[in-house]
């Protein structure tokens, strides 16, 4: 696991997608998702392993960006070979990533073994092929650091807060019971200043988060 300092806009994949091919009787299916967190893909990666049990090996890589905006951001890259041969499966589907340049994506190979020894050429050659299919099929986009805010208030001060959420044009859930909550996915160098507008728009009686 390594890290490594990030710049302002980054390359990620646009939506979640899978790429399907056989080599000699090994069926490969690779799975890639865009993911904001470090726990976010470690939770995909234990979905699709859940999901793929029954298969040989599930090989998950990702590239994540971790920190804040007062800690500075870095990059925080895994991969695992999920138990086959050294270097053949996690570091080649790392590498398409890294390659690409593409950053907060989280992808898992999943492999049904077909009978046939691919040996550790053809492996780094299938891995790597899995996820360069699936991140064409997801499409690349450019994106900029984005954090989650959560927003709580009084019934009484949603509407003002919802005004302010689409007014920016800012992607958030709402959840209206006793209190009315919203999460909202902001910008990095923007959520301060969001956070000072809605206190200063509900008097300081949003519980922000």
Known sequence: MSED?????????????TAEFVVQ????IGHVRPVESV???????ATVSEEYDD????????????????SGQFLREYSSDDGEPSGSAG????????QQEIENCAVVVTRYYGGTNLGVGGLVR???RAVKEAVAAAGVVEERPHERVSVTVDYDDSGTVRGILESEGYEFEADYQADVSFEVRVPLAEAESLRDR?????????ELE
């Open 25 to 28: 009787g090994s069926e490969f």
């Open 5 to 17: 300092a990030v710049s302002e806009t980054y390359r990620t994949v646009a939506e979640p997608a």
């Open 198 to 206: 809605l206190r200063s728009a509900t008097s300081g009686r949003a």
């Open 39 to 45: 726990d976010a893909a470690e939770s995909f990666v």
């Open 126 to 128: 299938a891995y790597s």
């Open 55 to 70: 298969a040989t090996h599930n090989v998950p890589a990702y590239r994540v960006r971790t920190g804040g905006p007062d």
């Open 91 to 98: 570091k080649p589907a790392l590498n398409v990533l890294t």
